[in-house]
């Protein structure tokens, strides 16, 4: 399917690896693969602003359709202008169909081939999403790259249940497809398939025959092993197109984009370091820490001594520890940049590794260096 309006290319292929080095065209600009993409489940990155953003170096940012359908409504957003113009952010977004946030609402949902019933979190109000609804939805909050809706398939689950709930979503895939109108935004579909390899062949083969602009990885992350998760992922990524876009959705650890940019991935998006660096959880190039731990009490050095971001520059682990116990909320922004820095500064790295032909180095100098978690 051409859009003109949506380009990717390749740039540059490590050597010793799988991992790409590309660039999206979007209507809103350009964005340079590997790229990470902070969640705004509400059209903002929680405790940061645009400012923050553009100083961190976001080129894309997801946005939440279930989310944004529930409040203030799609309507509301698409009359001030979509979201570039609501939330004043001209660069790249990309949003979900809704589709796991309604598979986390195990107990509020029905899935019928029509589409998913549903309570509403905030008020208990019943709703239908449907693959057009979903559609028309993202259309009219007006994100460069929208999601084909589709079902986020649990963990564990059996080959049968998997492979209905696989077929449905690619009859899902197609119901996006004719019911999409705009034509500066691009569809991309999603590879469902759960644990199951034969399942995931089948999957990629028809949902790829569709011909979209780019392709996700869905069903990871739900519950499998870290293992799995990784097993399966290198053996699907190779089913997906070389000169398009691919995008493993939900995933994580800075340790596993980078494992992940290995196997030939370009897109990633996860909550982990937003909502870890919330509960005091913050990565740094030599492990995880908690802040709250009594060790920090008095401890004068930074976060991560590798490090560029203000919180580094600026405070020290006692004090970052003193605010969070104190329940200051100004600690909430200073925890969040770091941990953003982190997961952008290893993107740029990358980046810049693929680009020169020794990821293969870079990615084993950064798993030498982390070790064990520590907690």
Known sequence: MKNEKFRFELLAADRATKARRGKLHTPHGEVDTPVFMPVGTAGSVKTLDNRDLDELGAQLVLANTYHLYLRPGHEVVRALGGLHGFVNRP????????????????????????????????????HLLTPELSVEIQEALGADIIMAFDECIPYPATHEYVR???????RWTRRCLDAKKRDDQALFGIVQGGMFEDLRVWSARETTALDLPGYALGGLSVGESKEQMMNMAAFALPLLPDDRPRYVMGVGHPEDVLDLIAQGADLFDCVMPTRNARTGTLYTHDGRINIRNAQYKADGRPLDAACSCYTCRTHSRAYLRHLFLAGEPSVLRLLTLHNLTLYFELLRGAREAIANGNYFDYHAAFRGRLGAPRL
């Open 91 to 126: 660069r790249p977004f990309l949003t979900d169909s809704g589709g796991f946030q309604i598979f986390s609402l195990s107990e509020l949902r029905k899935i019928t081939e029509e589409g998913v019933r549903f309570a509403s979190h905030i008020d208990g109000s019943r």
């Open 164 to 170: 209905q709930s696989t077929e449905r979503t690619l």
